[in-house]
């Protein structure tokens, strides 16, 4: 009876194992042309910072079905048009949403939540300059959508590449404002 008893807490707490293993994606990082911080969450999605437009060919050929571009139009090297007509040409979703760490806008995290949350907008490949403000709005999904605890999304983001300050206090701020 003893020995049956084991056997089954064993089996159970593999099931649980396995279940935590599915619902945490390993970050891997790698080197891709024309992007800089590439960090990649398994198939769901991938961050990285300045993304030139003949780099977007390559995420096409990696699976990824949306681009989103956090910078504004503003920033030395950004070229929107250029990329989003870059998207389009091999198939892809473009999404610009200009992200100011200065205004830290609620607005921001309105429509990404909004984009991502489309039908076929995901795999998606989300990018700024250095990575911290795309590791932020995935954040905020994996928090206000996918009902991650906090402590496990900062985790994921951080593995992301969320390292900026500012960033994180509007992420932190946004995800008090938006529970329910």
Same mark, same amino acid.
């Given at each position: 009876?003893?020995?049956?008893?084991?056997? @089954?807490?064993?089996?159970?707490?593999?099931?649980?194992?396995?279940?935590?293993?599915?619902?945490?994606?390993?970050?891997?990082?790698?080197?891709?042309?024309?992007?800089?911080?590439?960090?990649?969450?398994?198939?769901?999605?991938?961050? $990285?910072?300045?993304?030139?437009?003949?780099?977007?060919?390559?995420?096409?050929?990696?699976?990824?079905?949306?681009?989103?571009?956090?910078?504004? !139009?503003?920033? =030395?090297?950004?070229?929107? !048009?250029?990329?989003?007509?870059?998207?389009?040409?091999?198939?892809?979703?473009?999404?610009?949403?200009?992200?100011?760490?200065?205004?830290?806008?609620?607005?921001?995290? +309105?429509?990404?939540?909004?984009?991502?949350?489309? =039908?076929?907008?995901?795999?998606?490949?989300? &990018?700024?300059?250095? $990575?911290?403000?795309?590791?932020?709005?995935?954040?905020?999904?994996?928090?206000?959508? +996918?009902?991650?605890? @906090? %402590?496990? !999304?900062?985790?994921?983001?951080?593995?992301?590449?969320?390292?900026? %300050?500012?960033?994180?206090?509007?992420? @932190?701020?946004?995800?008090?404002? &938006?529970?329910?």
């Amino acid at each position: 009876m003893r020995l049956l008893a084991i056997r @089954l807490t064993a089996s159970a707490l593999a099931v649980c194992f396995a279940f935590t293993a599915l619902d945490a994606q390993e970050v891997t990082k790698q080197q891709v042309a024309g992007i800089t911080n590439f960090a990649r969450l398994e198939t769901t999605i991938a961050c $990285g910072g300045a993304t030139r437009p003949e780099a977007i060919a390559e995420l096409k050929k990696m699976g990824f079905a949306s681009v989103v571009n956090l910078r504004m !139009a503003s920033e =030395p090297g950004n070229d929107v !048009a250029a990329e989003e007509a870059a998207a389009k040409a091999v198939g892809m979703r473009f999404i610009h949403i200009p992200y100011d760490v200065a205004s830290n806008d609620p607005v921001v995290g +309105d429509r990404f939540l909004a984009e991502i949350g489309k =039908p076929g907008a995901q795999p998606a490949y989300i &990018h700024c300059a250095g $990575g911290s403000r795309a590791a932020g709005v995935w954040m905020l999904k994996r928090v206000l959508v +996918d009902k991650w605890d @906090l %402590e496990k !999304a900062t985790k994921e983001a951080a593995d992301l590449g969320l390292a900026n %300050e500012r960033v994180k206090q509007y992420v @932190l701020g946004y995800i008090k404002a &938006h529970s329910k």
